[in-house]
């Protein structure tokens, strides 16, 4: 039962690279989420997918873009890395009508 | 103001203690959920509570509706407790989560 299944879980990008986080999930939930935990703030909602073929921005968009390819996947697009996105980013999925959700292990992005 | 405060941020203990971990927030919500995130590691759901108390071995959870509170206690501590413990409150039915920025706690042995 892998859940929600992150990678990559370490990267070092170059300022103004771009690179794609992957997330995908087995328990064919209906929501999807991304966050960004940065040190001394609580985590931090990027966008989120209410279903297969919606996403809509979260508090701190800027910088991202994102795609639900299907049900199980959810991408997050950094197209021109900035320092200021050196973050953990968690995804995270939760079925339609229920409060419970379930996390990925973070991928630890450092833009230099 | 933060929309949901943890207290307190850091947090020793020595093994076999009793720990409390407060929560308050200061928005209507549908529920309020207790995380664990160790070092290094991904983030797990302990609790999730709209009402009254839940317990689950060592850990007990309990909300305060009215008083806009939630506790998280931990019985007879232990070394592997140790880890980041996040509150998070949700808004509504369709409202996202808004986390608070964690109690850290260190159980020494």
């Known amino acids: 039962n892998a859940g929600v299944t992150q990678t990559p879980k370490f990267q070092v990008l170059k300022t103004g690279q771009s690179m794609t986080l992957q997330c995908a999930q087995d328990?064919?939930?209906?929501?999807m989420y991304w966050y960004r935990q940065d040190p001394g703030m609580g985590l931090r909602l990027i966008y989120y997918?209410?279903?297969?073929?919606?996403?809509d921005k979260g508090e701190v968009p800027n910088g991202y873009n994102v795609s639900r390819l299907n049900k199980r996947e959810f991408s997050l697009r950094l197209e021109s890395a900035a320092p200021s996105q050196t973050s953990v980013y968690f995804c995270?999925?939760?079925?339609?009508?229920?409060?419970?959700?379930?996390f990925g292990s973070g991928t630890r992005l450092t833009v230099v | 103001k933060n929309e949901v405060e943890q207290s307190p941020q850091n947090l020793t203990a020595q093994e076999g203690e009793f720990i409390t971990i407060n929560c308050s927030y200061s928005?209507?919500?549908?529920?309020l959920h207790w995380l664990q995130q160790h070092p290094g590691g991904g983030i797990v759901s302990l609790f999730m509570?709209?009402?009254g108390k839940k317990k689950h071995g060592r850990l007990i959870a309990t909300i305060n509706i009215q008083e806009k509170h939630s506790s998280l206690h931990i019985t007879a501590s232990h070394p592997r407790d140790s880890a980041v413990y996040i509150c998070?409150?949700?808004?509504?039915?369709?409202?996202?989560?808004?986390f608070g920025k964690g109690t850290k706690l260190s159980v020494k042995p």
């Open positions: 995270a999925s939760r079925e339609g009508g229920s409060y419970s959700y379930t």
């Open positions: 328990m064919n939930h209906n929501s």
């Open positions: 997918s209410a279903s297969e073929g919606t996403t």
């Open positions: 928005v209507g919500i549908s529920a």
């Open positions: 509570l709209s009402s």
């Open positions: 998070a409150v949700k808004r509504g039915s369709q409202g996202n989560l808004i």
